[in-house]
């Protein structure tokens, strides 16, 4: 198989290096122990493709993240990459709480590919990790929320004003609570972020620590399933469409394009599969998440799976990487489309795999 898909290999990983020229890592760097998958290559000498003896994926707990798990748990990667003649690279999953903690695994060189909401990831690319975008793992505008007590005399934005927000600071949900501010005139610096993981915010609402969470699932489920609590305000109506992305380390993406694209490709059946049989993968994994059945179902009802990444995504994408700039959140203005490799996604194989086809 290795013989068969050589050209394409070959066209792949050439496209993917003009795709992604351009950019210097300013900070450290995202491959220090990548001895297990480079060589040291001189001058003008031919780079010997597909020769890393390791995949390691690194993935959060969250429904929308869903398709790595099932692929994970069928060890569909594994096997694809044994059918294809690479049973010798060893892959292996991480779970990561939040995308601060994966960046920090991808800084330190111990993660080659991953998904991860649209603010760490632009922050690790701003910070010096020679990082690619692939694909758009999961977005839907109901997916972020906005949560306040029941009892809360928070009726609408403007009441958010000096009041205390409790969120990962650094993910996906700053970027939510910025857009929403704006809408009434209001900056980040009118309300108090307060930095909590997603596994302390339930108890520090309802203590009172703070007024309201921004957060994602299956929080937003656990924290509103009794009534306690109500959503505020989500992504609704062009807000925020919260795009979660697939990425890659550069070197890694271009010098072993193939293994990528098994991972691509079983990534997409993961994700057709999930899109067509949601009760089924309710059912499995409710209890993974800490949700009912039928908590997990409404999740996955909010969420797409999309897998490519079409122009506006890069350009919702570049907005977040404004934010960022702009409030000095990122030291360094990152454009978008400079480091968008879609040629994997844009597979034959993998518009198969997303159609049912195969």
Known sequence: MKNKFINRIISLALIGALS??????????????????????????????????????????????????IAWDNGWVEEALAEAGYGDVEVTYTEFESGPPENESFAAG???????????????????????????????????????????DIKNVADLKGKKIGLVVGSICENLV??????????????ELVNLATSEQQAALAAGQVDAVATWQPT???LTADGSNRRLIDGENGLFKAENTIFGNREYV?????????????????????????????EQYAEKYGLTTD??????????????????????????????????????QVTIKDFVNDTFVNDETVKAYLNGEK
């Open 20 to 69: 992604t020229v351009g950019f210097i890592g300013c900070g450290s760097s995202s491959n220090t122990d990548s001895a297990d998958n480079t060589t040291d290559i001189e001058a003008g000498s031919p780079v010997e493709l597909n020769t890393a003896k390791r995949l390691n994926i690194a993935t959060q707990p969250a429904p929308g993240y869903l398709p790595i798990q």
């Open 110 to 152: 111990q993660q080659d590919i991953g998904v991860m909401g649209n603010v760490p990831s632009i922050l690790g690319k701003a910070s010096g990790q020679d990082r690619v975008y692939l694909g758009i793992s999961e977005n839907g505008e109901k997916t972020e929320v906005i949560i306040v007590p029941e009892a809360s």
């Open 178 to 191: 910025y857009n929403v501010l704006k809408t009434e005139g209001l900056t980040l610096d009118d309300v």
């Open 220 to 222: 937003v489920a656990k």
């Open 254 to 282: 271009e010098q072993n394009p193939e293994i990528v694209q098994i991972f691509i490709q079983q990534y997409a059946r993961a994700a057709y599969e999930l899109a067509n049989n949601k009760e089924k993968y309710s």
């Open 295 to 332: 908590l997990l179902y409404a999740a996955l009802e909010d969420a797409n799976f999309p897998i490519v990444i079409e122009q506006d995504d890069i350009d919702d994408l570049q907005g977040t990487a404004d934010f960022l700039y702009e409030t000095g959140k990122a030291s360094t």
